[in-house]
């Protein structure tokens, strides 16, 4: 299982970090990645990485804003996201997956979601 959370109500230019904590089996060599849906829009991925494995991938648009890490002891990662804009606001979901390949794609564990909303 997937849950994540440390979303919440932040500023334009704020920093966040979210977390996710996978429970119930080991992730080692597991894609771990996170993933946000805007209102009316399709998912999108953000980051992913291999966990213990030391491969990252982010989504171009990006452009360093966010970062993704890992937690071994805890078994959980993280999105580290700075300079939000409001055009960040949106749910964000962790996923896995055992394929630690295309990091960007086919996740099939999903956790329920947190909400982060930037205003103006």
């Known amino acids: 299982q997937l849950q994540a959370s440390g979303g919440g109500l932040v500023q334009a230019g704020d920093s966040l970090r979210l977390s996710c904590t996978a429970s119930g089996r080991t992730f080692t060599n597991y894609a771990l990645a996170w993933f946000r849906q805007a209102p009316g829009k399709e998912r999108e991925f953000l980051a992913g990485?291999?966990?213990?494995?030391?491969?990252?991938y982010y989504a171009d648009f990006l452009k360093g804003r966010f970062h993704i890490s890992e937690d071994d002891a805890k078994n959980t990662v993280y999105l580290q996201m700075n300079s939000l804009k409001p055009e960040d606001t949106a749910v964000y979901y962790c996923?896995?997956?055992?394929?630690?390949?295309?990091?960007?794609?086919?996740?099939?564990?999903w956790g329920q979601g947190t909400l982060v909303t930037v205003s103006s």
């Open positions: 990485l291999t966990f213990r494995g030391g491969s990252r």
């Open positions: 996923a896995a997956k055992a394929d630690p390949l295309l990091l960007k794609f086919d996740y099939n564990y």
